[in-house]
């Protein structure tokens, strides 16, 4: 028998975060999670098939996998979640409030994440030199 690779077709859950204020594509040690619609998303391992789809949609992607694991999980612990389908909460943000997108991609690249499709966020990969750049 051959050896045969499938590849996921995401497109329909990447539409549906296109169309969602805040939706976005996080991708991180455990696999990856795409948010759409408020509390809605999506989870799997399948990390460099959906991020490649998401980069050439246009859709907001956060890797945090090349960052220190302390600092990881720090921003994920104590920083506030991205508002996705709703109102970003006022500022102060923490853990247990909801922030613009792209105050959360600020603070992921400025600990070395790569993102991708951030307008104004000092973007990506340094070494490969792909991202987004302001």
Not at 37 to 49: F, I, K, P, V
Request: a negative charge; aromatic letters at 8%; glycine letters at 12%.
């Amino acid at each position: 028998m051959p050896n045969q690779q499938t590849t996921t077709d995401y497109s329909d859950d990447i539409a549906s975060a296109l169309a969602t204020e805040g939706g976005y594509l996080a991708v991180g040690r455990g696999g990856f999670i795409l948010h759409f619609r408020n509390g809605a998303m999506r989870s799997g391992y399948d990390c460099e098939t959906i991020k490649a789809q998401c980069i050439a949609a246009g859709l907001p992607v956060i890797d945090s996998r090349s960052v220190d694991f302390g600092a990881a999980a720090r921003l994920a612990l104590n920083g506030p979640m991205a508002a996705v389908g709703r109102k970003p909460d006022p500022t102060p943000w923490h853990g247990l409030s909801y922030a613009p997108l792209n105050a959360i991609a600020a603070a992921y690249a400025a600990a070395g994440a790569e993102v991708w499709n951030f307008p104004g966020v000092d973007t990506a990969s340094k070494e490969s030199g792909e991202g987004t750049e302001p």
